[in-house]
């Protein structure tokens, strides 16, 4: 069975661009979960959802968006990009609410 | 929100020698504590995780140990080998919620 898969792996983008990142959940999995990482920290949730529906959204600004799609994947958006935005995100699938989260390898983001 | 804090950030042990990470957290209301193990450049990876019905859950070399009252859970590695160095995270979350708080993370090496 294939895990999670993100793409794509890295991504260079300039201020104030704007990025779309992809996602492809676990088969059989429903719940979509973005994460982002700086380094040295630990993951930040962004947003979750679940059946196609928005279920959580952390403490990031509205530049941040996503959606998922009737297959499951998800694309997250980030607009106006900050230096600040640079860092690894993460894409987590699960079964459902309460279950363990199956990370993707991430994309790495550079904003210059 | 919920707030995880997590220590040490780096922990160096002779390989053979057990290793603990400690974590706490602040809102009672979360049940559901995973670990999670993630090696330079690579995803994190779930190792074990344990619910707030049960003090203590083992698997091999590996347990994690949950005192509700004091809010702390704790992840143990006996008898470590090279491979276990990574950095590791805890984790906790609010069930039936899928939104899951990290630690800062512990970087552990094992010296041969």
């Known amino acids: 069975d294939a895990g999670v898969t993100q793409s794509p792996t890295h991504l260079i983008k300039t201020r104030g661009q704007h990025v779309t990142l992809r996602c492809s959940p676990i088969?059989?999995?429903?719940?979509v979960s973005w994460y982002q990482q700086v380094l040295g920290q630990g993951p930040q949730f962004i947003f979750q959802?679940?059946?196609?529906?928005?279920?959580g959204r952390g403490n990031f600004p509205d530049r941040f968006s996503a959606r998922q799609f009737p297959n499951y994947s998800s694309e997250l958006n980030v607009n106006a990009l900050l230096l600040g935005d640079s860092a690894l995100y993460l894409c987590?699938?699960?079964?459902?609410?309460?279950?363990?989260?199956?990370f993707g390898n991430g994309t790495r983001l550079t904003v210059t | 929100g919920e707030n995880v804090e997590q220590h040490p950030s780096t922990l160096s042990v002779q390989e053979g020698d057990s290793a603990v990470i400690k974590c706490t957290y602040s809102?009672?209301?979360?049940?559901?504590f995973p670990w999670y193990k993630q090696e330079l450049g690579k995803r994190p990876q779930l190792i074990i995780d344990?619910?707030?019905?049960?003090g203590e859950k083992k698997d091999q070399r590996i347990a994690v140990t949950l005192n509700k009252t004091a809010k702390h859970f704790s992840l143990h590695i006996t008898e470590t080998q090279p491979e276990d160095s990574a950095v590791y995270f805890c984790?906790?979350?609010?069930?039936?919620?899928?939104?899951?708080?990290f630690g800062t993370g512990t970087s552990l090496t094992v010296i041969p």
């Open positions: 987590a699938s699960s079964s459902g609410p309460g279950s363990p989260l199956h």
């Open positions: 984790a906790a979350s609010i069930f039936p919620g899928n939104q899951f708080y």
């Open positions: 344990i619910r707030s019905n049960v």
């Open positions: 809102d009672s209301a979360s049940n559901y």
């Open positions: 088969s059989g999995h429903k719940s």
């Open positions: 959802y679940y059946e196609k529906e928005e279920r």
